[in-house]
């Protein structure tokens, strides 16, 4: 079974609205973090934002924020006031275990295109 | 943020050859290190993760012997690519994480084409 379910294999968005991009997440470890990264036609991954299992708030930063809905295991990305630099793949990825330590490798979802209409 | 270098970020060799990347973070120590490999309009695959002073771990269905990895130091991990064929060719990208942190910092990625 898939550990990062990215459903949507491209998006598009209007310029200056908000977008959700899906991700869910197949754990039986309690400890946990879930990340997104941005990837342009670069290459470079690019940090966004990250949410641990214990969190209780939703992560933001700034125009990001996680949507982490724990019970149904997704953690969604909301991109708010789109711009066309946004436009690139969106990768969800988890990482397993306690936080703390260098041990632990990221599990990466396969994807979602975005591309942002001006 | 951390940064993590990588060199070369493209490079093109006959097959048969061998090709060395070299991963470096710049500003902190990385204890562990993690080598991915991208095919064209696909996810990142780990290869292997990359411990200072001992052995690489590879993850399933990577050869050892083919992605070589070395990390002699706290600050570099390096990946040859021996005897390297056209199937090789791919986006490797590098990783470290900051024992203080949650964030993963990855480099650029090296782009190899084996002709």
């Known amino acids: 079974a898939q550990k990062i379910t990215q459903t949507q294999p491209g998006m598009f968005v209007q310029e200056k609205e908000a977008v959700t991009l899906d991700c869910t997440y197949d754990t039986s470890d309690q400890s946990y973090g879930l990340f997104w990264y941005k990837q342009p036609s670069s290459g470079e991954m690019i940090f966004l934002i990250y949410q641990g299992s214990y969190d209780e708030q939703n992560a933001t930063e700034g125009r990001y924020s996680l949507n982490f809905q724990k019970a149904r295991k997704s953690a969604n990305l909301v991109i708010s006031a789109s711009q066309l630099g946004d436009s690139a793949m969106y990768f969800c990825?988890?990482?397993?275990?306690?936080?703390?330590?260098?041990?632990?490798?990221?599990?990466f979802g396969k994807g979602t295109k975005l591309s942002v209409k001006p | 943020g951390a940064v993590v270098s990588q060199h070369p970020s493209w490079v093109i060799c006959k097959s048969g050859t061998s090709v060395k990347i070299e991963c470096r973070s710049l500003?902190?120590?990385?204890?562990?290190m993690f080598w991915y490999r991208q095919f064209p309009k696909q996810s990142l695959m780990l290869m292997a993760t990359?411990?200072?002073?001992?052995?690489?771990?590879?993850e399933q269905g990577v050869e050892k012997d083919k992605f070589l990895i070395n990390h002699a130091s706290l600050t570099l991990s390096t990946l040859t690519v021996t005897s390297a064929h056209p199937e090789d060719s791919s986006f490797y990208i590098c990783s470290a994480r900051d024992p203080l942190l949650f964030e993963q910092f990855f480099g650029p990625g090296t782009r190899l084409t084996v002709l």
């Open positions: 990359s411990n200072e002073g001992s052995k690489a771990t590879y």
């Open positions: 990825a988890m990482r397993e275990g306690p936080e703390g330590g260098s041990q632990g490798n990221l599990i």
């Open positions: 500003d902190f120590q990385a204890t562990t």
